[in-house]
């Protein structure tokens, strides 16, 4: 049995694989053609902070599937008022087929998929988003970059969706330039990882607090919120850090032509992405965000067929 929780436990082959039923489930769907690959299993979706996209993904998803979804908020079940972790992933593996679950803390995953019998998705935690990843690079194919040609630049926090990068990247064997200001760089442990695994799979990764360095001849540009669930309380002194971070039109114009501008979203106009840029690339925007469902249906089929 198999668990989601970042794409560092994946192969190359893998994740490709996983790309690959995705698109082919999702040609499906688009004929309307929902065939019953997950019927009448019951996913457990554990939130304790909020969500649009993963929530409607994974419930959408799992209902095309023929499953069905059980939405849980930590502020609802006795997870939020202390019940342990290991008897929380006991009690839920005993009556649902699988499990996702977006967390204050990544430890949290790892003791669900420690007592779980099922296999446990990550749907957002404090170091990684690789739900979100699957459906970026679907989303990059799809407009016509294949794997090995990307250039991608990440500019912004070094946070759960930097790492998720440095993750793909470094597992995939593509370029990727992740550019932060000074105090925000990605965790130095998963930056690491990242180099090591791209020593095996070729990829160039630079770091860097230049953004046009990052941007220059990309053929994908990305960001993220300056100030993540969680830390609102840093939200003032993020804005000043993050000042000169913006992705407008002026960096965009260092990107190659035809690049491509992907944001997981929540976005934040005037911060991390300006008004023109994310209305000129929101076709692309919100095919990523539609991506969400298919990849999530990839990713639940693909673990159904590994236990
Ligand atoms: N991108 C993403 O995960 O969105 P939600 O927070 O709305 O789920
Ligand atoms: N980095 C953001 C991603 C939201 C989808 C957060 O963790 O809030």
């Given at each position: 049995m198999r668990h989601f929780l970042t794409l560092n436990d994946f192969s190359k082959d893998e994740i490709i694989e996983i790309l690959n039923l995705a698109f082919e489930i999702k040609k499906e769907a688009k004929a309307?053609?929902?065939k019953?690959?997950?019927?009448?299993?019951?996913?457990?979706?554990?939130?304790?902070?909020s969500s649009t996209r993963t929530r409607v993904s994974f419930d959408v998803g799992m209902n095309e599937l023929g499953g069905h979804a059980l939405f849980l908020s930590s502020r609802d079940i006795?997870?939020?008022r202390g019940e342990p972790i290991k008897d929380t992933a006991r009690v839920i593996s005993r009556m649902c087929d699988l499990?996702?679950?977006?967390?204050?803390?990544?430890?949290?995953l790892i003791g669900l998929a420690e007592f779980s019998r099922v296999p446990v998705?990550?749907?957002?935690?404090?170091?990684?988003?690789?739900?979100q990843l699957m459906a970026d690079l679907m989303t990059i194919v799809e407009c016509g970059t294949?794997?090995?040609?990307?250039?991608?630049?990440?500019?912004?926090?070094?946070?759960?969706?930097?790492?998720s990068w440095l993750m793909l990247a470094s597992k995939l064997g593509f370029e990727l330039r992740v550019a932060t200001p000074k105090g925000y760089e990605a965790d130095p442990q998963i930056l690491a990882q990242a180099q090591e695994n791209a020593k095996i799979s070729g990829?160039?990764?630079?770091?860097?607090?230049?953004?046009?360095?990052a941007v220059a001849r990309a053929n994908v540009v990305t960001t993220d919120t300056w100030v993540s669930m969680g830390q609102e309380a840093e939200k003032e002194q993020r804005i000043r850090d993050f000042a000169g971070f913006c992705v407008d039109e002026s960096l965009m114009a260092l990107a190659g032509s035809g690049a491509i501008f992907l944001h997981c979203l929540p976005a934040y106009r005037g911060y991390e992405v300006s008004e023109a840029v994310f209305e000129a690339h929101a076709d692309e925007i919100f095919a990523e965000a539609e991506n969400r469902l298919h990849a999530q249906?990839?990713?639940?089929?693909?673990?159904?067929?590994?236990?």
């Open positions: 309307r053609n929902f019953p690959y997950l019927k009448d299993q019951k996913l457990a979706m554990i939130f304790e902070k006795q997870l939020g499990i996702m679950a977006r967390v204050n803390r990544h430890e949290t998705i990550n749907g957002l935690s404090d170091k990684f988003h690789p739900m294949p794997i090995p040609k990307i250039k991608a630049a990440y500019v912004g926090d070094g946070n759960n969706m930097a790492h990829a160039k990764i630079l770091i860097t607090n230049d953004i046009k360095e249906k990839g990713v639940m089929v693909w673990l159904d067929q590994k236990r």
